[in-house]
């Protein structure tokens, strides 16, 4: 095991695949010269040339559409954005042609591309620069949509999902980048479409992806002061979703708790409570507990973008007026 | 080598020059002098953490908003990108209010919900601020649509980075304007990067950007963006024309942002001695410089000028550091208009 932040677990991957693939070249807004917005591809320039990470101009739905036609033509491309709230300008591209050109072509066509993109609230960057669309992306199908929440996830899922033949999502918590985590030493993968359980506990599930996981953190530890122990499950891919981890989860606590930080209206959670509602409620003591972001645009005063964001405490709250009471 | 169209500018400036009144000269001195300072408050407020987010200054740029804008009146539109403090305090939004917006207050433009890219105040016509790159386009033709279509002979501004020349809305939005004939003046401040891309990388078709218009069949042409006479000038014949003969007209400033894109920006990718090249065309420095040595003014009408805007300045600070926070209820407002 080494210790190693987010930034440098997912540079890492794109390092790899660069060296083990020649197929596989970046492209994004300053990613070469500048280091990216977020600095994950800091020095990678230097390293492969301007043939393989390429700048490009500030043409979102162009450069992605490009992506997804050297995609087509063979190559692996992985496209960066400075935000997933600029997927907006290629959404056209995403969704009508990354996701559907297969389906379209009857098999024909593949688009093994990878889109990385910063995502989430919290650093008051306000209504325009806050948003989570990973939750719209993932409802569309011929596109996969990951979301790690640590480093050692952030490097098995972009190994997988460079390596991958159809279009992935891999949604990055901004807040995250400088979180530390272990890495282990040995090379490794995480399939797509895994929930990961990342503590076992008896009493009540609590499940979130992304960011979302720090709140869990921060409930787990104010449980296990009044002795409750909690199952918490960390989603990590919002399509494909592992149904079977969450089954195993919920028949052991009966109790679900869903944590999303962005909006709660229309989010991935609203689509997961509801299939699980379909397919497990025998299995509940009592109702599911989803919580969610405000559904608000995102405000950049502090003390409004904290109380739109979910918070540990107003989780805890919920979970001893409706499950625990 | 001066190209014919600069040296045709240059004989304007001069004419224009002498034609300006005096009290209208030092308010454009003054206008700037209020944008450096302003500039300069916010980046020592986010290295206290009042200001937070995103923050893109506006420093080496001023000549272009205050010269431009003083060309305008109230029933023109303005809109912008998130670079935007100058033109907001160009246009005369408040600048208590612009700077609570900063910290987030309720005495803000916008209640402390907006931030610094997205400024508004539609008293003015200053129709944002709008942070996602190209997204000011449509907006400014829809405005200038309504403009015409109401016969309001107003006109609509919209100022935008090289950078955002890339996007698609932009070329889409000339050709609209051009067939449409909006009255729109396109203000392209070429500050040479967007982010840490040069132009030179980004952009087919060279250094200029007024030539490339033509395709669009609209009138432009380019201008010394550091010089607040020439942008003046310039902006007034475009806007004549264009509240005359109607239709959209575009204006090439060329000038430069001496600080990084925003306060997170190393600058790894420009070499020093170009910043202080422009540094030494600084319109703060130079305008003033010439106002006196012109006889316009003279150094004890200046220090009054700087003393005031810095009280000014300083107010701002005050105003907005004892403004309250929004109440949680601010929340769930302004997300719908409510109808009965
Ligand atoms: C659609 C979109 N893509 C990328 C960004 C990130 N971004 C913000 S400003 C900027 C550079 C814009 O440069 P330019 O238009 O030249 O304006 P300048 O900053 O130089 O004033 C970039 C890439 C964004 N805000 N929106
Ligand atoms: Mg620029």
Known sequence: MSEMIMREAIKKALEESLENDPNVLIMGEDIGEYGGAYAVTDGLLKKFGSNRIKDTPISE???????????????RPVVELMSISFSLVGFDQIVNMAGNLRYMSGGQISVPMVIRAPTGAGVQLGATHSQSFETWLAEVPGIYCVCPSNPKDALGLLRTSIKNNNPVIFAEPALLYGSKGEVPEDYYEIPLGSANIVKEGNDITIMSYGAGMSIIEEVNQKLEESNISAEILDLRSL??????????????????????????????????????????????????????????????????????????????????????? | MATL?????????????????????????????????????????????????????????????????????NKDYIVTHYRDHGHALARGLDVNRTMAELFGKKTGLSKGKGGSMHLFDSARKFMGGHAIVGAQFPLAAGLALACQYKETGGIVVCFFGDGSTNQGT????????????????????????????????????????????????????????????????????AVDKIRKEGGPSYLECKTFRFVGHSLADGQKYRKSEEV???????????????????????????????????????????????SENPEKSELNEDIYEMQD
């Open chain 1, 61 to 75: 739905a162009t450069f992605i559409g490009a992506g997804i036609g050297a995609a087509a033509a063979g190559l």
């Open chain 1, 239 to 325: 399509n494909p979703i592992d149904y079977k981890t969450i089954e195993e989860s919920i028949k052991k606590t009966n109790k679900l708790v869903a944590i999303d930080t962005s909006r709660k209206n229309g989010g991935i959670m609203a689509e997961l409570v509801s299939t699980i509602q379909e397919k497990f409620l025998d299995w509940l003591d009592g109702p599911i507990i989803r919580i969610g972001a405000e559904d608000v645009p995102w405000p950049y005063n502090k003390d409004l973008e904290n109380a739109a964001y979910p918070s540990s405490n107003k989780v805890i709250e919920k979970i001893y007026k409706q499950l625990l009471n």
């Open chain 2, 5 to 73: 169209k600069e040296e045709k500018n240059k004989k304007n400036i001069k004419n224009q020059k002498s034609s300006l009144e005096k009290t209208e000269m030092l308010d454009l001195y003054r206008q700037m002098f209020l944008i450096r300072q302003f500039e300069l408050a916010c980046a020592e407020n986010y290295t206290k953490g009042n200001v937070r987010g995103f923050l893109h200054l506006y420093i080496g740029q001023e000549a272009t908003a205050v010269g431009s804008i003083s060309c305008l009146n």
């Open chain 2, 170 to 237: 932009y070329h889409e939005t000339l050709n609209l304007a051009s067939i449409w004939k909006l009255p729109i003046l396109f203000i392209l401040e070429n500050n040479k990067y967007g982010m840490g891309s040069s132009i030179d990388k980004v952009r087919a078709g060279g250094e200029d950007f007024y030539t490339g218009v033509s395709t669009y069949d609209i009138p432009a042409s380019q201008v010394n963006g550091m010089d607040v006479l020439a942008v003046k000038e310039a902006t007034k014949l």
């Open chain 2, 276 to 322: 202080k090249f422009w540094e030494r065309q600084d319109p703060i420095e130079k305008f003033p410089k010439w106002l006196i040595s012109a006889g316009i003014i003279n150094q004890k009408e200046l220090d009054e000028i700087n003393q005031k805007v810095k009280e000014e300045i300083q107010n701002s600070v005050d105003f907005a550091t004892s």
